[in-house]
């Protein structure tokens, strides 16, 4: 069974960062999308940014909200994802979620297995 735990999550005042971290366990697929996604109260779950990765690509996407910010990254076992987060704002405080499907990133959907979430609160 496919578990996700997310970590790394905190309080930081503006301007700061964050590095946020997925560790995945029971997942055997060579080829994967793992992705962040965040949820603040009362909006929707968007998507932050993905990871692809299979044995000969390695391909990154990005929320225009994040770009430049924000930087996603396997770590050597393949089976732990990073989000660092750098220049936070405010509007970036919400819930962080790791989730992966074994495909590629495409359209954001269709991810098949999530984790329980971090929470990021960043202070003006």
């Known amino acids: 069974q496919v578990r996700l735990v997310e970590s790394g999550g905190g309080s930081v005042q503006a301007g700061g960062s964050l590095r946020l971290s997925c560790a995945a366990s029971?997942?055997?697929?060579?080829?994967?999308?793992m992705g962040w996604f965040r949820q603040a109260p009362g909006k929707e779950r968007e998507a932050v940014a993905g990871?692809?990765?299979?044995?000969?690509?390695?391909?990154?996407k990005y929320a225009d909200s994040v770009k430049g910010r924000f930087t996603i990254s396997r770590g050597n076992t393949k089976n732990t994802v990073y989000l660092q987060m750098n220049s936070l704002k405010p509007e970036d405080t919400a819930m962080y979620y790791c989730?992966?499907?074994?495909?590629?990133?495409?359209?954001?959907?269709?991810?098949?297995?999530w984790g329980q979430g971090t929470q990021v609160t960043v202070s003006s």
């Open positions: 029971g997942y055997t697929y060579s080829s994967t999308c």
């Open positions: 989730a992966a499907k074994a495909a590629r990133c495409g359209t954001w959907k269709d991810f098949n297995w």
């Open positions: 990871i692809y990765t299979d044995t000969v690509t390695i391909d990154t």
